[in-house]
């Protein structure tokens, strides 16, 4: 069975690696270990750890580093700067519909037009015949 780790919860991680890595009697720095140590992190973390400006050598230097990118990890997260972008939370008033704008009085009166975003059509699904037919059209 193969040791993974599980959400970011990298003491656990690192713990029972130790002890599974002690019972099988493996030395703690020889390639093999580490190797074994770093396939079981997370992929992102394991990403972040081979990205930084040092490679850690040494399974002391993995564990410090994969502690460390999971920490920011973390940091990232309790910022809400983590997944998808989002723009809630910011201001988007100059974005949205129906807000007051400075009327624009130049040009002999004429006020230019205020355009509703929101208007759009409502998907329709299309049928067989019909995806036949756009493809055929190309």
């Not at 009697?25 to 074994?36: K, L």
């Not at 490679?55 to 920011?72: F, G, L, R, S, Y």
Request: charged share 30%.
């Amino acid at each position: 069975m193969k040791l993974t780790m599980r959400d970011l919860d990298i003491d656990t991680y690192t713990a029972t690696f130790e002890r599974l890595a002690t019972v099988a009697g493996w030395e703690p720095n020889a390639m093999g270990t580490i190797v074994q140590y770093r396939t079981g992190l997370r992929e992102n973390v394991h990403r972040r750890v081979v990205n930084r400006e040092n490679i850690p050598t040494t399974m002391t230097e993995w564990k410090e580093a994969a502690q460390k990118e999971v920490n920011c990890i973390r940091e990232l997260q309790n910022a809400g700067l983590t997944g998808f972008r989002s723009n809630r939370g910011r201001d988007q008033s100059s974005y949205q519909t129906n807000t007051s704008r400075p009327t624009n009085t130049r040009n002999n009166g004429v006020v230019p037009m205020d355009v509703d975003a929101t208007t759009s059509l409502p998907f329709k699904k299309l049928t067989e015949e019909e995806r036949a037919k756009y493809r055929a059209e190309g």
